[in-house]
């Protein structure tokens, strides 16, 4: 089965300078990554994803890139704000047509102001 | 409200009990799932259904069972806890399923088994 291994599992960065996250998936199947926020005492949320189609998408501050033959995809976040602050989570979903989405284990991003 | 509203959302019990956590959407989603939530795990699917009359094992479903009571309700069951079920349980509904669409999550319900 699909394998997802995230790094770091903890991030600080000050307020303004970019924050990169970074994933690996084994399935060279998989074909759909999402990244999904979790705020404190809330379920995670979506926040980008790309399909494997394509190698990079951008949604104001926030990116992600993914590189197939190496088998891994980022998260970047541009300009951080304190409100970044949360833990990501990144995914993978093969194309065999289940419903499975195998997460990374997460990231703690600590925004300092 | 939320869309996606699960009850209760803290729960201590003590092993061997009979545990039901509640979902309900106002989404209209077909689709219905429930993950578990551990420190350095990530999230882990346990049960997932397409519809009242589609009920799908996850990756991780031994100790655990689900009802689909109605297209927008979807119960998970423990039927006799043990500590190492203590976790953080999430909802989730989608439209389209997780390869094509987003999932959209309750606020997760925090179990503890004693």
């Known amino acids: 089965g699909e394998n997802v291994e995230q790094h770091p599992s903890t991030l600080s960065v000050q307020e303004g300078d970019s924050a990169v996250i970074k994933c690996t998936y084994s399935?060279?199947?998989?074909?759909?990554f999402p990244w999904y926020k979790q705020e404190l005492g809330k379920g995670p949320q979506l926040i980008i994803d790309?399909?494997?189609?394509?190698g990079e998408k951008k949604d104001q501050r926030i990116a992600v890139t993914l590189n197939k033959t190496a088998k891994h995809f980022s998260l970047h976040i541009t300009e951080t704000q304190p409100e970044d602050s949360a833990v990501y989570f990144c995914?993978?979903?093969?194309?065999?047509?289940?419903?499975?989405?195998?997460f990374g284990t997460g990231t703690r991003l600590t925004i300092i102001p | 409200d939320a869309d996606v509203t699960q009850t209760p959302r803290n729960r201590i019990t003590k092993t061997g009990k009979r545990i039901m956590l509640e979902c309900s959407q106002t989404?209209?989603?077909?689709?219905m799932y429930w993950y578990r939530q551990d420190p350095g795990l990530g999230l882990r699917l346990i049960y997932y259904?397409?519809?009242?009359?589609?009920?799908n094992k996850g990756e991780i479903s031994d100790g655990y069972s689900v009802s689909r009571q109605a297209q927008a309700k979807f119960s998970l069951s423990l039927e006799s806890a043990i500590p190492n079920q203590t976790a953080l349980y999430f909802c989730?509904?989608?439209?389209?399923?997780?390869?094509?669409?987003?999932?959209?999550f309750g606020e997760g319900s925090r179990l503890t088994v004693l």
């Open positions: 989404k209209g989603h077909d689709r």
């Open positions: 259904s397409f519809d009242v009359k589609d009920i």
């Open positions: 995914a993978a979903r093969s194309n065999f047509g289940n419903e499975k989405l195998t």
């Open positions: 399935d060279s199947a998989s074909n759909y």
């Open positions: 989730a509904t989608s439209d389209r399923g997780v390869g094509t669409g987003e999932l959209f």
């Open positions: 790309i399909r494997s189609n394509v």
